[in-house]
Structure formats: structure tokens, C-alpha cells
């Protein structure tokens, strides 16, 4: 490259490099691959890869919906710093979800009650957002509107909201003189849970206000870790639902000229999506996005870490960290290692990292072939980690499903198989049925199609097929990258 246009590389050897004539320290030991999980990078957007999603979801979209590990507190992270003073990041890691279930507003499904309370919740944060903004006639109406709410029956829930609020990032809402001690309120009895009418209206007050003033003060209420409200039950999935159709009722209320994102937008894993049912939900498909990767966008993804952590150019950034050796079946080491993926960043991340560890432990100068093999264990088992993080409350008993895949022997199995293992490891039919579908939901089994005499065996999952499923004479596959942990044969 011309010295215009930024530094000239050059790969003396895979020991070192050249940076217009100067030697400088091995690619392999400069490059990074990052955190596993974006929660925890703090270098993530110096490597951000932007995609059709991050462009869309800049455009109106509401809803993102991805698997575990498939980007989506990377677009959260991404979008927060895009939009930069519009943005109200809600990451609800450390928030009490039992805030929500103190309002439940009595002889009205639980689901519409939770809708009122994230509205509530969203709709305090924007005011926070716009109060200095707002003329002082709305600005006075809605403190009264607050002032109303701390004094009510459901202070105590109100008290928790406001109180989570200020401790988030530029948000302030305003004191209420006489309640200074709010934090510290109690949620209501269970027995006594209730949204009283006079909070009720209240929420419909103050979001009147704030819609009235919206358009000369846009912000996007950015919400992710809804998933840690998950604990297998009926009742937080109804608090789910709340917090989807809250986004969808004030995104629609608070609208924004096509250009701009949409008023909020939430984050929620896809097998959540998949669990949850309301009225509204297929009115939602305009509005929403599925994160999916093909191949070519994963190996972007370990190409840009690779270009922001060591300053070689895209166009040779594998290369200078991959051997050009083939492997098994003479594969090539992008063709190997995606195929181990299940179609997620997080996947190729962890197994490029690990294989750079190995390879640096054997003084190699570029991660080789056998690297790679001699990580595989490693990751294997990383792999079936994630998968009981993802389908544990979705089953019920995670170490007998992992006994039934070990007890198939093999990789390609048949439905009539699998529920011969699973009831020797314990599982009656319906829990041996349900283990089977969470299982096909993650993509830790799929369809397997057999290509004949002329070959092309291939197994689809879900990641590469969001609507296949498993038929009763589907002969069915264990995902390659779980192989090594569960001991199975080809």
C-alpha cells in the first residue's frame, strides 16, 4: 500500500513483521482475539464489525433477536455509543426484577399488568432524558405526575425504579421534597399487589407529556439482559412478554421519522422469543431482526480483531496469523473452524483464541493445523458449557440430557434412538420430547440429509435455517463441535 494511504506490511518471516522497513514484534504475538463475551471487552468497539443489522437497527428497528452469543450486547454496546447522548442504555444485569412483580394490577392478566410497569419503568428513564429539554408548563405537570406516584399505594415499587434510574449513566430525575429516603421503601407485600388505579393514569399522564415533546427531543431506550429475568417459569416469561409489548406500544407512540431509530428497542434471546406468546407478535415481524452469521461474516468478524489488534491490512489478516497448511479432508483452517461453530461469533472467537494459546505455547510462529486439533478438546467442551448455560431452564434435567447424547455412541442418530437412551438415562417421553427440541432450537442437533451415491451428506440447523424441524423420519445429527466432549463417532 501506498505510505499515503497508511503503513506498508510486509510478512519478512511468520517470526516478525515489516512496517515500512522496520522490523517489529510477531503478528502472533501481537494480535488479540478479545473477550468471549462483549459484557466483558472493554476494547469491543475498536473491533466492532458493522453489519446489515447495525445499519437497520439504526432505522427504525424495535425488536433484536439472536441466539446466546450471537452478537447482541455488541450491537447494544455499539448502538449506545452511535447514538451517544440519545441513547438510554438499560442493561438490566443489575436490576431487581422483583420491582415488576410488585405491580401487578388486580383482575388483569399478568402480562398487561407487566406491560404497565415497564412502561412506567422506559418511560421515567426518557423523561430523565428530556426534563431540561421540555418547555417548563410539561416540565411542571409531569414532576407532579412523579410526586403523585411516590406518595401512592405503590411507592415502595416506584421507590426501587427511581432509585436504579439515578444510578444508571446521565440520567437524573428530579427530587421529590419530603420522599429523600424513596430508595430505601420497601416493595409491597405479595399479598398486596396491586397497580393502583390512580398510578395507572399516571403512567398515561406521563407519557402524554413525553410524547407531546418527543420530536423536539428524540432519545432510543436501549434495553438488554431482559434474559436475566428468565428463571424457567410461566411468570417471568409473562414478565417478558410485558417488557416486549411495552417496547412495541411506545415505540408506536413515540414516532420517529424514518431515518431515526425507533423510541426503544430491546434485545432478547431467540429462544425467549420462541417461548413467549401475545396478540400482537407476528405484527412485530416488520419491526424486528434476527441476528444470523453466515461464513463469510464470521471470518470477518476474527479478520477485523486480528486488522484493530495488530494493524495488518484485511485483505491479509488471516493469513498472517493461520498457517495456508490444509487439514483433515484438506480443509482449510476458515472452512475447519467454522464448520465447529454453531453460526456464532462467540464460537469462532473461543476456538481462535484457544488455538492461539496453543500455538503459542509450542513456539509456533503462525497457529498451525495441529494447534488447532490439540485446542479442539478445549473447546468441545467450552461448547457444551454454553449449551447448558442456553437450555437448562429449558429442560428438565440437563445431566441426563448430556447422558443420552454420550449413550447415542454416534453422531447420526434417529428420533426412535434418542428416546431409547433418554428414558435408560432417566427422562420419561414428554421430558425426553422436550429435551430433543430444545436440543434442535440450539443447534446442538439437526436435520441430517444424506446425498446419495453421489454424495453431499450435509446436516441443516437451525442457525443456518430458522424453520426447519425434525420429522418423525428425520434422521437427525449430533453439531460437529460437540463431538469431542461427548465422545461420539462420525
Partial sequence: ???????????????CCEVDGKMVKSVLDSVSFGRYDAESDANLLDYFLQTGASEEALSGLQLIVGRKGSGKTALFKYLDKELAEAAISLDLQEYVFGVHYALVEDGVPTEFAYTASWRLLIVMAMYARMRDHMDRKSRTEADEVLVGIGFGSDRGAFAQMTGWLRRLRKLELPSIDGFATMGSVEVTEPDARLVDN????????????VAENYENCPVT?????????WDGSGESLNLITGAVRATRQLSLRMKSPKWRPAAVICFLRSDLWHAISFND?????QDMKFLEWDRDELIAVIERRIQATTGVPQGQAWDAVFSDVEMRQRAKSQTYLTKRTLGRPRDIIAFCDGAHRVAKRHGHNLIEPQDIYDYEPGYSRHLLDELRDEIERHVSDFNAVVKSLNALERRTFTRDRWFEVAVEKGMNEMQAEEALQALFEASAVGVYHAGGASGGSRSVYRYE??????????????HQGLLRELRLKE
Avoid at 390512580?198 to 407529556?209: D, F, H, N, S, V
Avoid at 435455517?465 to 449430533?478: A, G, K, P, Y
Fill in 465 to 478: 435455517d430458522r424453520f426447519i424441524s425434525s420429522r418423525d423420519e428425520s434422521m437427525l445429527q449430533v
Fill in 1 to 15: 500500500r501506498s505510505r499515503s494511504r497508511g503503513p506498508r506490511w510486509k510478512i519478512a518471516s511468520a517470526a
Fill in 221 to 229: 431506550v436501549l434495553i438488554d439482559r431482559l434474559d436475566d429475568a
Fill in 198 to 209: 390512580e398510578t395507572i393514569k399516571a403512567i398515561q399522564q406521563l407519557e402524554t407529556l
Fill in 281 to 285: 407478535k407476528n405484527k412485530m415481524s
